[in-house]
């Protein structure tokens, strides 16, 4: 895969890209994250890559014509939009989520659009963008972030990315869409508070049932809006029934 980045601000890059699952992705050649400076594709002198919004009101918008012209440049005139995915980040987009992240790491590239100020030129989402994405309900000052967060939620479900791929398949929102089971580590006791004892048992399917137990319990507490949407067993449905009993 490949990912490109259009910024204005491409040294807020340096760091975000070298460390953890994303560093040896990168270094096994599982992908290639290249970031552009958005005002090397403006027209002008100045490198103007903003300007005042008509109809009045306050703050800059970003231009319409360098982003453009950097995709185009990027993936060409005509992309092919199934390999490639060019994405706007907007808080007025769609929810960026496990899904999409995963649907994403199934593309050969990824165009990825920074916003700033009051945003970007409508055109660029009507007709160069092939998605419009939120990373959640609250507003940044630009896409930098957003488009971090999405790098490194696509880059660890490239295959080979993770040491275990299981641990993918088995986290919060990917199994059967709940969150995942809670985490304990040595020492057994900590200012007394102990492991549940299951944990120390051994007992395998006395672990796992503990497990999908907690994790229910964790969602209905939690994201109970999961639970509408989340592939629940009848073994599910009724120690949810005891939970919500409880
Ligand atoms: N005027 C815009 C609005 O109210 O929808 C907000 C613009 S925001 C200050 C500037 C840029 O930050 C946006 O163009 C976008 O690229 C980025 N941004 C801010 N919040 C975001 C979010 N929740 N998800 C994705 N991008 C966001």
Redesign the pocket.
Known sequence: MRIDILTIFPEMFRGPFDYGIVRRARERGLVEIAVHDLRDFAADKHRTVDDRPFGGGEGMVLKPEPIFRAVEHLLGEQFDRERAAVIL?????RRFTQAMAAYLATRERLVLI???????DERVAGYLATHE????D??????EV?AMVIVEAVVRLLPGALHRAESARRESFAAGGILDYPQYTRPAEFRGLRVPEVLLSGHHAEIARWRRRMALAKTLRNRPDLLEKAALSEEDRQLLEELRDM
């Open positions: 980040l907007t808080p007025q987009g920074c916003g700033r100020y009051e945003g970007v994405l939120s990373i959640g609250y507003v940044l000052t630009g896409g957003p």
